[in-house]
């Protein structure tokens, strides 16, 4: 995923060109499943500024310094329709989730005194409801684990509208190519080491036996009848971070038991030495 970092320019001085970029949304709040028209217009008052070109960007969620592009966001795949013209552009967000909760910003690249200069709008922070008003909560009991160890996972969902019947609670984890959702039974890695235990509220999984190649991105996934309907609600992820043992642990052992090991060595020596020493002292008796 590229991202690039963003500078706030300020124009100062006679002659400086003065570009503004107002964007909003047709909504402050909205349901998941509804559709979000965000609008953006630029307006300038001076001859020197020549062609501007109009994208739709986000903030990035682990970085507010940096913002990255619609199109390189598989999650809004198949879900965006974007309008635009040197001095307007509109953007439909199809299908909302909880998920979607991004700041998105009108980004207005133009040409100023033969320069590219890069002007951002407003930030729009998207407000989204999740459906029949259904909350996830989920944890794992640490922040950090090393080989060997057992994480355990939580999740709780919390409901307060009666047109939700039942939910069914399931572990998931994110493919790292694509982002897809994968369930935890389907990956052979796991297998034999995943217990996990769940009812219509609540769901707990230990996996044990942790190693470096467990670093996935985990999520607690509740499919609801909300309506008579399905509804798959996804939790946020957790990123699980799994340290290597110290390498120093395995020649310890290695290094006892040599030392044991050459104990019971020179022990040996030191006994048939004995036993010869008083072999030798009964012959010579004997003669």
């Given at each position: ?81 974007i ?5 307007h ?18 980004s ?12 951002l709008?407003?930030k729009?922070?998207l ?45 998931v ?32 999984m230990?996996?044990?036996?942790l190693?470096?190649n ?7 996934s ?34 006892i038991?040599?030392?044991n ?27």
């Amino acid at each position: 995923m590229q991202a690039f970092v963003f500078l706030f320019f300020i124009a100062l001085g006679l002659g400086s060109a003065e570009v503004r970029v107002n964007q909003r949304a047709n909504k402050d709040e909205y349901t998941e499943e509804d559709s979000a028209t965000f609008q953006c217009n630029i307006t300038f008052d001076m001859e020197n500024v020549q062609n501007c070109e109009l994208e739709w960007v986000i903030e990035d969620p682990d970085n507010k310094d940096e913002i990255i592009e619609m199109h390189e966001l598989l999650k809004f795949k198949g879900r965006v329709q974007i309008n635009s013209n040197s001095t307007h552009s509109s953007m439909i967000l199809k299908s909302l989730t909880t998920n979607d909760m991004d700041v998105f910003l009108c980004s207005a690249t133009c040409t100023i005194d033969q320069r590219l200069k890069v002007m951002l709008g407003k930030k729009t922070k998207l407000k989204v409801t999740g459906f029949g008003s259904v909350s996830m909560n989920q944890s794992t009991n640490k922040d950090q684990y090393t080989e060997g160890d057992s994480v355990l996972f939580q999740c709780n969902i919390t409901f307060d509208a009666e047109d939700i019947q039942r939910c069914s609670l399931k572990w998931v984890t994110e493919h790292p190519d694509n982002n897809e959702i994968i369930e935890m039974q389907e990956l052979q890695k796991f297998e034999h080491r995943v217990q996990i235990d769940s009812n219509s509220t609540h769901s707990s999984m230990i996996l044990k036996s942790l190693t470096t190649n467990d670093m996935d991105v985990f999520l607690c996934s509740a499919t609801c009848a909300i309506d008579q309907r399905l509804k798959v609600i996804l939790g946020k992820k957790i990123k699980l971070k799994v340290k290597a043992q110290i390498q120093t642990d395995a020649w310890l052992h290695y290094l006892i038991f040599g030392i044991n090991l050459l104990f019971f060595i020179v022990a040996t020596i030191i006994c048939v030495s004995i036993h010869r020493s008083h072999t030798r002292r009964r012959n010579d008796t004997d003669e």
